[in-house]
């Protein structure tokens, strides 16, 4: 029996009873639009989800589910569902946007044998902006009165106790992870080499590296350092998983869900100069770059279908410039389906039907897990994981845990990177499509590399 296996067997999904929770949301004027949650983003212990001005930035903890297993994702909703059913929430704001009122943070490991516990996390207090409106939401299990006073109290309280921030050290370094650089491109040849057999079509290999800190980390700069380098992206922090993922798994609003779907990579470091051409050119015209895309969409497009009326995709992916790499990238939208009850499924359930997709893990997805397992050498914890949000009405927003990090201890930071393998995969190219997928967190935390 393996280690991860144990782990589960000892420590099984947490049946958590759900609170019964009262939220009161307010309007908050006077948020600019570029900068105005980044105001808010002053201490550690947040959660956030933002994207050029649009998310949430949480504060506390009124409640908290975990899990672990296959079932992980159906234990988080059905505990939110009870939740959201024994909750009483009044909105005092003529804002009608996804997001407003009672709300969740969650994270999600990748993999249904993974040690980590999957969680969701409801704040004390969410700041939102989204669509020009922006509000605050007051949530609590106790019993306390709920007015606007109280409300801008605790927002008060969490505002005027930001964390100290720490100068970054000349003495800070980052270290070899769980498999040498050598070890993981032997990885990446035994990965090749399956896929060759015909084993599988599609396999994505991940690594990680560690960082060492003199200092304990400044989670809130690192957050804001990723929001404004990069604005395409969406900035997220759940209970110390940090990072700004250029992939949407699922976003659902108003019946309808869209998802951002990202496989081929090109590092702009190594582009010539004054070649406007050069990403659509490498990229696009790579049949190997194209292969490993259209697996991915294909993925994420047969596993939707079943919950669609209609859908619709780019007929070819477009080069989304980032300012590390160039990825090809399909946008999809769909029209959701009703369920004999007359409701459509809720974000989170999506992401259950969906993860892992062939972008994170391969093709086929059994196959391919298990050779991950078997080559890695790790547990990836939440990375390539869902992490995101949802709303008492089912609206969400959920990426994929990329180019980011999990804080170990407030010292220790372990950073993961992913390349998708397909059987035109050179070892020391994927090697050097990792370091480039590292560099986000590489550039917020000031580390040499």
Same mark, same amino acid.
């Given at each position: 029996?393996?280690? #991860?296996?144990?782990?589960?067997?000892?420590?099984?999904?947490?049946?958590?009873?759900?609170?019964?929770?009262? @939220?009161?949301?307010?309007?908050?004027?006077?948020? $600019?639009?570029?900068?105005? /949650?980044?105001?808010?983003?002053?201490?550690?212990d947040l %959660?956030?989800?933002?994207?050029?001005?649009?998310?949430?930035?949480?504060?506390?903890?009124?409640?908290?589910?975990?899990?672990?297993?296959?079932?992980?994702?159906?234990?988080?909703?059905?505990?939110?569902?009870?939740?959201?059913e024994?909750s009483?929430?009044? #909105?005092?704001?003529?804002?009608?946007v996804? =997001?407003?009122?009672?709300?969740?943070?969650?994270?999600?490991?990748?993999?249904?044998?993974?040690?980590?516990?999957?969680?969701l996390?409801?704040?004390?207090?969410? &700041?939102?902006?989204?669509?020009?409106?922006?509000?605050?939401?007051?949530?609590?299990?106790?019993?306390?009165?709920?007015?606007?006073?109280?409300?801008?109290?605790?927002?008060?309280r969490?505002? $005027?106790?930001?964390?100290?921030? %720490?100068?970054?050290?000349?003495?800070?370094?980052?270290?070899?992870?769980?498999l040498?650089?050598?070890?993981?491109?032997?990885?990446?040849?035994?990965g090749?080499?399956?896929?060759?057999? =015909?084993?599988?079509?599609?396999?994505?290999?991940?690594?990680?590296?560690?960082?060492?800190? &003199?200092?304990?980390?400044?989670?809130?700069?690192?957050?804001?350092?990723?929001?404004?380098?990069?604005?395409?992206?969406?900035?997220?922090?759940?209970?110390?998983?940090?990072? @700004?993922?250029?992939?949407?798994?699922?976003?659902?609003?108003?019946?309808?869900?869209?998802?951002?779907? /990202?496989?081929?990579?090109?590092?702009?470091?190594?582009?010539?100069?004054?070649?406007?051409?050069?990403?659509?050119?490498?990229?696009?015209?790579?049949?190997?770059?194209?292969?490993?895309?259209?697996?991915?969409? $294909?993925? +994420?497009?047969?596993? +939707?279908?079943?919950?669609?009326?209609?859908?619709?995709? %780019?007929?070819?992916?477009?080069?989304?410039?980032?300012?590390?790499?160039?990825?090809?990238a399909?946008?999809?939208?769909?029209?959701?389906?009703? $369920?004999?009850?007359?409701?459509?499924?809720t974000?989170?359930?999506?992401? =259950?039907?969906?993860?892992?997709?062939?972008?994170?893990?391969?093709?086929?997805?059994?196959?391919?897990?298990?050779?991950?397992?078997?080559?890695?050498?790790?547990?990836?914890?939440?990375?390539?994981?869902?992490?995101?949000?949802m709303?008492?009405?089912?609206?969400?927003?959920?990426?994929?845990?990329?180019?980011?990090?999990?804080?170990?201890?407030?010292?220790?930071?372990?950073?993961?990177?992913?390349?998708?393998?397909?059987?035109?995969?050179?070892?020391?190219?994927?090697?050097?499509?990792?370091?480039?997928?590292?560099?986000?967190?590489?550039?917020?935390?000031? /580390?040499?590399?």
């Amino acid at each position: 029996m393996s280690n #991860v296996s144990q782990v589960l067997q000892a420590k099984p999904s947490v049946e958590s009873e759900p609170p019964t929770l009262r @939220s009161i949301t307010l309007p908050l004027p006077g948020l $600019d639009g570029t900068r105005g /949650l980044l105001e808010f983003v002053a201490r550690n212990d947040l %959660h956030t989800w933002f994207q050029r001005g649009d998310g949430f930035v949480g504060f506390g903890e009124a409640a908290r589910f975990t899990s672990q297993g296959p079932t992980r994702f159906e234990d988080a909703q059905a505990w939110w569902q009870a939740v959201v059913e024994r909750s009483v929430n009044e #909105v005092t704001t003529e804002h009608d946007v996804a =997001g407003i009122g009672l709300m969740t943070f969650g994270s999600f490991s990748f993999s249904k044998m993974s040690a980590f516990e999957s969680r969701l996390v409801v704040p004390s207090v969410v &700041v939102g902006s989204r669509q020009g409106k922006s509000w605050f939401t007051y949530t609590t299990a106790d019993d306390v009165d709920l007015t606007r006073a109280a409300a801008e109290d605790m927002l008060a309280r969490y505002l $005027d106790d930001p964390s100290e921030t %720490h100068e970054r050290s000349s003495g800070d370094e980052l270290v070899g992870g769980k498999l040498t650089e050598a070890q993981w491109k032997t990885a990446v040849a035994r990965g090749v080499a399956h896929i060759h057999a =015909g084993e599988l079509t599609k396999l994505v290999l991940a690594r990680d590296v560690l960082a060492r800190l &003199v200092d304990p980390i400044d989670t809130a700069g690192v957050l804001r350092e990723l929001a404004v380098r990069y604005q395409d992206c969406w900035t997220y922090s759940v209970d110390g998983l940090i990072g @700004s993922t250029p992939e949407m798994l699922i976003k659902v609003e108003n019946n309808t869900a869209q998802a951002r779907v /990202l496989a081929g990579t090109l590092d702009r470091s190594d582009a010539p100069d004054n070649d406007p051409t050069y990403p659509e050119r490498i990229l696009a015209g790579s049949q190997k770059q194209q292969h490993e895309h259209e697996i991915a969409i $294909d993925s +994420l497009t047969r596993q +939707l279908e079943p919950f669609t009326a209609s859908m619709t995709s %780019h007929s070819e992916p477009f080069v989304l410039q980032l300012p590390n790499v160039w990825h090809l990238a399909s946008d999809v939208t769909a029209e959701l389906v009703e $369920d004999d009850d007359g409701r459509v499924p809720t974000s989170l359930a999506l992401v =259950g039907a969906l993860h892992p997709t062939a972008a994170v893990c391969g093709t086929p997805t059994t196959v391919a897990g298990e050779l991950i397992r078997e080559l890695e050498h790790m547990d990836r914890g939440p990375y390539a994981g869902p992490v995101g949000w949802m709303d008492a009405r089912g609206n969400g927003e959920w990426g994929i845990a990329l180019r980011g990090a999990v804080i170990e201890d407030p010292t220790h930071v372990r950073l993961y990177a992913g390349c998708g393998v397909v059987d035109a995969s050179v070892p020391e190219a994927e090697l050097a499509e990792t370091w480039s997928k590292f560099r986000p967190m590489i550039e917020a935390l000031g /580390l040499p590399y």
